[in-house]
């Protein structure tokens, strides 16, 4: 009888072979065989040799390495949405008066991409409305949803005890940032309340607010509603700040 080997498969010298017999059939036909190093045979079963050859191929594969090549270009393009001056900015503001005189004004800097925006303002007790003092606007053509938030605070004011003589006014100051479409209002006695047509949010704490979607070429007035109550204790030797940012985005999901 012949015999005709076709594949071999060694794993730590000991091989396995598939046998074709090529003159005879017999019991051994279509069966696989170990033979060792003394030359004797054994049958394997099949799956037995699968298990094998699946190990070589892993043990061939483990230390390969694919590189699929990639690129990431920028190509960056103008501000959609930017800042911009309105009619009261850097306009006349409250006091000023000291031993040198000197004008306060209703100080707005815009970076000179308009992409920063800063604003002082120089209130006093009561309720003060500081109207358009900036801009933002969206020269693309399409909307943008707008988001602010409030990063860092120290704005907290408080009358302990109230000083004034309305006993409905509140002891609690009341800081907000205003966005502005077309329309705003003040309502209620003695203190103010401010209502605009998109949307305002609080200076005197932390966190993320939606503002509305600024349509293409749309624009919204800026504005700053301010009260402090009367009895405050000591406002004009501390300067308060809010540190912000305002966020757009061209889709609907909430900035992280």
Same mark, same amino acid.
């Given at each position: 009888m012949n015999i005709d080997i076709r594949d071999r498969i060694c794993i730590n010298r000991l091989c396995i072979y598939k046998l074709f017999l090529i003159k005879k059939r017999d019991k051994m036909s279509g069966n696989n065989l170990i033979v060792n190093n003394n030359g004797r045979k054994r049958r394997i079963a099949t799956p037995l040799i699968a298990l094998l050859i699946a190990v070589v191929i892993s043990i061939a594969f483990a230390s390969v390495f694919v590189y699929y090549p990639m690129a990431v270009t920028l190509q960056p393009v103008e501000e959609p949405i930017y800042f911009? /001056?309105?009619t009261n900015s850097n306009q006349n503001d409250l006091g000023g008066i000291g031993r040198v005189y000197t004008s306060n004004t209703i100080s707005v800097s815009?970076?000179?991409?308009? *992409?920063s925006l800063n604003i002082t303002v120089h209130p006093t007790y009561q309720t003060? &409305?500081?109207k358009s003092v900036a801009k933002i606007v969206n020269r693309d053509q399409k909307g943008y949803? &707008?988001?602010?938030n409030i990063r860092w605070t120290n704005i907290s004011i408080t009358a302990s005890p109230l000083g004034s003589t309305f006993s409905t006014q509140d002891s609690q100051s009341n800081i907000t940032i205003c966005f502005v479409g077309s329309s705003r209002s003040t309502s209620g006695f003695p203190t103010p309340g401010y209502t &605009?047509? &998109?949307?305002?949010v609080s200076l005197q704490s932390t966190g993320l607010t939606k503002i509305g979607s600024l349509p293409a070429g749309g624009s919204w007035d800026i504005d700053l509603y301010v009260y402090i109550p009367e009895g405050a204790y000591?406002? *004009?030797s501390t300067t308060y700040t809010a540190l912000i940012h305002l966020?757009? *985005?061209?889709?609907? /999901?909430t900035p992280p």
């Open positions: 911009v /001056e309105s815009i970076g000179s991409n308009g *992409t003060a &409305v500081y949803d &707008v988001w602010i &605009v047509d &998109v949307k305002c000591d406002i *004009t966020i757009y *985005t061209p889709s609907g /999901e």
